[in-house]
């Protein structure tokens, strides 16, 4: 480890690049988050955000580009980065058939956890979660925030020093949104960087210090939460940012819409 | 509409195929094998015309055949046409009628039926003799083909609100292997009959199915051919009959199934058993856990369980069949035979394992940093294979040696056994690197196979496996039949050696290739099917 490591960012991206046959989803992303941020990565939906996420956490190779995670080169030298990371997913899709309790005992297992570990570190983010009555239920019966809840828990257990999070909020219902959140201070507060993705503007600015708007896959704007929006709201700054003008009433398009028209 | 249908179907198999070149060349070659089919086919029973007097027989056992399959396959492999979901049109305002005939239409679309509908077309050919036969000819071909087609669709609905709740997978699992043994036995009651007059044995068996719809319609042509236009007539009309009555059935399943919505996964049982802490002495605990995972999964999971209960039913027919008839001639070589077809189902259990982790392989990506991770994944699979297939070859050898008494014998046919799992688990394990397939999502069709234009990738990929367990194994087979029984205890030695070691030396490489292109493995098996 050299000793520049010690102040390397929590990630740095550098030209992240990926093309999907014809298409560019991500064209040249640079990222710095610092550590113990809590950053926002917004961004229209198809912005790229969830590719760019997954180029940085490992699980698809950018066509171009470097990922450096806590001063390590991601893809070049993997070794050891992945157990200082934890990832949640879009999709969420898990070992559907394994309970609760055995989906976090087999993360242990996979991370090379000693089993007394899993089960202390297991028990208790289960309870503070809220999932311990349900522990014993096949994942695949589980609801959406049940899920979620789930999925953080098997990121968390391996305590990583940086979060990703790919929409960890959506279809959760406003209780388990509370808890996750209370969960994720807890860990930012103690040094550790979370980074999560999202579309809703007004969770990133309860919740995020930094953030990044990405549009078309570039980022337009980064930095911490005050210097993004500049004074206005985080919701007109993202529209300004991404090139939406507020439209009129719409009179030409959609004039068919609704029970006035003929 | 039944064009949109068409349509829809045809730009479903097409972007199944995007974007990989592979599973391009897999259809290719699928289309290919169906078009020799087809055609050969057509040739081959239109030549019918030669032998007048068995041409009947042959014609309604055909048809009669073709049905059968049809209606069949879904019990086998429920979602043979996973991509015509009638719940997927519930919100479309469609009408029942519409859908209907959109997606029998949809249903024709394809290599394999296509190819089945030129078959019947030379048999129509096959069979007729005149002008008059020849019109009979095509309408009764066609009236086969509808028959294939309403059947496999009717069998798919009425089985599907069964099918979809988690229990109900337990009941097709059933179904299927009711169907598969059925006809198994029915293969073992032909290869027994005589062979002696070949005209009256095809008699025997065309006489009676003669009066089922797709036989009447065969028996038409012929009828029209020998100049017996009333009979003709009278049996072309039962069979259309049969299609309208099984179309409205359908029709009235179809309309039903638009608009019930299916509640049945809302109650989940618990399952408590032992954590994942259990330590296996001499294995690394990321193997132990794999291969808890894997044991659970063969239990739980609908569709790995119906893979090894299929394994276990193949293997009772294989030992039932070969040995069943005749106790007394049992011999070495019919027992190496037998268990070397159960140890090769066995050793496949592990092809495709990345595919069966399918949507959750993420999971251990994140976890995953060094080659000797993935190696531990690929072995506890192994493991997990290994201790549910043992007991089963050491079961089938030993009821093989109590059947003939041949104690003797044991030894080396367990030998092979051993061996040759060995080798096909190895292959299976870098054919699980080499070809991964994606599975559809739905949990409740435990026969579903791979997802639209990967069946052909997938079936050349199993040919070679098949071939290369058969020459990777032949020493030990070799050296079985050939060295004295004396031989036995290091036989067996040898045997289980030598297999362990092609699987071993099978998930080194599997490790490689898949630490090499995990994100490529995530890539092409996260894809949405």
Redesign the interface.
């Known amino acids: 480890m050299t000793p520049d490591t010690e102040v390397a960012p929590a990630v740095q991206a550098r030209g992240l690049t990926k093309r999907f046959?014809a298409k560019t989803a991500v064209g040249g992303v640079d990222l710095d988050i610092p550590r113990g941020s809590f950053f926002g990565l917004v961004g229209p939906n198809g912005a790229g955000k969830t590719t760019s996420m997954s180029m940085m956490?490992?699980?698809?190779?950018p066509d171009s580009g470097t990922v450096r995670i806590l001063g390590q080169d991601v893809w070049r030298d993997?070794?050891?980065?992945?157990?200082r990371?934890?990832?949640l997913?879009e999709?969420l899709?898990?070992?559907?058939?394994?309970?609760g309790?055995?989906l976090i005992?087999?993360?242990?297992?996979?991370?090379?956890l000693a089993?007394?570990v899993?089960?202390l570190r297991g028990g208790e983010l289960l309870s503070v979660l809220g999932l311990t009555a349900d522990a014993?239920?096949?994942v695949?019966?589980y609801s959406t925030g049940m899920r979620k809840k789930i999925a953080l828990a098997?990121a968390l257990l391996h305590n990583p020093e940086v979060l990703f999070l790919d929409e960890p909020f959506e279809g959760v219902d406003p209780v388990s949104a509370g808890t996750i959140r209370e969960v994720l201070h807890r860990f930012t507060r103690s040094g550790s960087t979370v980074i999560f993705s999202s579309h809703v503007m007004e969770l990133v600015e309860q919740l995020c210090d930094h953030l990044a708007v990405i549009n078309h896959g570039r980022v337009v704007a980064a930095g911490p939460l005050d210097a993004v929006r500049g004074g206005a709201s985080l919701h007109q700054a993202f529209l300004s940012l991404v090139g939406v003008a507020p439209r009129g009433d719409g009179e030409e398009e959609l004039a068919w819409l609704g029970s006035s028209s003929g | 509409m039944a064009w949109v249908f068409v349509r829809l179907k045809v730009s479903l198999i097409a972007g199944s195929l995007r974007?990989s070149t592979g599973r391009t060349i897999g259809f290719v070659a699928g289309l290919v094998l169906a078009a020799a089919l087809g055609i050969g086919g057509f040739v081959l029973t239109s030549m019918m015309r030669l032998i007048p007097e068995q041409a009947e027989h042959v014609g309604v056992l055909l048809s009669f055949f073709l049905v059968a399959s049809w209606i069949a396959l879904p019990l086998i492999r429920f979602g043979v046409d996973e991509t015509l979901d009638p719940t997927r049109l519930a919100l479309l305002p469609i009408r029942p009628l519409t859908a209907a005939v959109g997606l029998l239409a949809a249903s024709a679309t394809g290599p394999v039926p296509i190819a089945c509908l030129l078959v019947l077309l030379g048999m129509a050919v096959g069979l007729s003799g005149g002008p008059l036969s020849i019109v009979v000819g095509v309408l009764a071909a066609l009236c086969v083909f509808a028959l294939c087609i309403v059947g496999s669709r009717a069998v798919t609905v009425s089985m599907a609100g069964l099918l979809r709740s988690r229990r109900g997978g337990d009941i097709a699992l059933l179904a299927g292997v009711g169907v598969f043994v059925a006809f198994q036995f029915a293969n073992i009651a032909l290869q027994r009959a005589s062979f002696g007059d070949t005209t009256a044995f095809l008699a025997e068996f065309a006489e009676p199915l003669s009066w089922t719809p797709p036989g009447m319609a065969a028996a038409a042509i012929t009828a029209a051919r020998d100049g017996r236009p009333l009979a003709s007539a009278a049996l072309l009309a039962a069979a259309v009959g049969t299609v309208l009555l099984l179309g409205w059935w359908w029709h009235r399943l179809l309309a039903r199934s638009l608009v019930t919505y299916d509640a049945s996964?809302q109650s989940?049982?618990?399952?408590?058993?032992a954590?994942?802490?259990t330590?296996i002495p001499w294995v690394s605990?990321?193997t132990?856990?794999?291969a808890?995972?894997e044991l659970?999964?063969a239990w739980?999971?609908p569709r790995r369980k119906a893979n090894w209960i299929m394994a276990l039913v193949v293997a009772g027919i294989v030992v039932f069949s070969t040995t069943g008839a005749v106790a007394d001639a049992i011999d070495l070589q019919t027992m190496v035979l037998t268990i070397s077809v159960t140890a090769t189902i066995v050793g496949m259990q592990g092809a495709n394992q990345f595919g069966q982790?399918?949507?959750?392989l993420?999971?251990?990506?994140?976890?995953?940093?060094?080659l000797d991770?993935v190696r531990a994944d690929v072995a506890g699979v192994n493991l997990a294979i290994a201790i549910i297939g043992v007991p089963i070859l050491v079961l089938v050898a030993a009821a093989m040696a109590v059947v003939s008494g041949e104690y003797a014998a044991l030894p080396g046919t367990l030998a092979a056994g051993l061996a040759v799992g060995g080798v096909a688990l190895g292959l299976a394990n870098l054919a699980s690197v080499y070809i991964p397939y994606r599975l559809p999502?739905r949990?409740s069709n435990p026969f579903a196979g791979p997802s639209g234009g990967q069946g052909l990738t997938i079936m050349l990929g199993s040919m070679v496996s098949l071939l290369g367990t058969a020459l990777l194994s032949t020493p030990v087979t070799y050296a079985v039949l050939n060295l004295d029984e004396g031989y036995g205890p290091l036989l067996l030695a040898a045997g289980a050696c030598y297999g362990a070691a092609v699987a071993w030396a099978g998930r080194r490489l599997t490790g490689r290739r898949a630490y090499a292109r995990y994100?490529?493995l995530?890539?092409d098996l996260?894809r949405a099917s």
């Open positions: 046959g956490t490992g699980l698809l190779r993997p070794v050891g980065i992945k157990s990371v934890g990832v997913p999709g899709r898990l070992f559907e058939r394994l309970s309790r055995e005992g087999y993360t242990g297992r996979l991370r090379g089993a007394d899993v089960g014993d239920k096949l695949v019966d098997a | 974007g996964t989940g049982g618990t399952r408590r058993g954590g994942f802490g330590r605990a990321r132990a856990g794999a808890a995972r659970r999964y739980r999971d982790i399918g949507g959750s993420w999971m251990q990506a994140v976890a995953t940093e060094r991770q999502e949990r994100p490529e995530l890539a996260a």
